[in-house]
């Protein structure tokens, strides 16, 4: 029971990423599902939130508009697309699977199985 961040890299500010979740030994298509990220020195926070079917989504304030959060059932993996990118961006992003279909925060007590990251670095 495992999820795999993929996707991030060094990209210039205004750039753009794509990140992947891909979960392996179950199947995501019964659970919300959540990314996160942490930037260096600082408590990890959530960053969007997607519900089992999709046809819920979530962003904090600071990504509204920028980034897109999605899921393909097929594929068992949920996506975020990043677009607009500032240097503020820099962090590790985590995805977890909720406890739950629905999104309702971002309290990690209410969230299992994470990934181990994958770093997302916004510079010129």
């Known amino acids: 029971v495992q999820l795999v961040e993929s996707g991030g890299g060094l990209v210039q500010p205004g750039g753009s990423l794509r990140l992947s979740c891909a979960a392996s030994g179950f199947t995501l298509r019964g659970y919300a599902v959540g990314w996160f990220r942490q930037a260096p020195g600082k408590e990890r926070e959530g960053v969007s939130c997607i519900s089992s079917g999709g046809g819920t989504t979530n962003y904090v304030d600071s990504v509204k508009g920028r980034f897109t959060i999605s899921r393909d059932h097929a594929k068992n993996t949920v996506y975020l697309q990043m677009n607009g990118l500032k240097p503020e961006d820099t962090a590790i992003y985590y995805c977890?699977?909720?406890?739950?279909?629905?999104?309702?925060?971002?309290?990690?007590?209410?969230?299992?199985?994470w990934g181990q990251g994958t770093q997302v670095t916004v510079s010129s």
């Open positions: 977890a699977r909720r406890r739950s279909t629905y999104c309702s925060g971002y309290d990690e007590g209410q969230y299992a199985s």
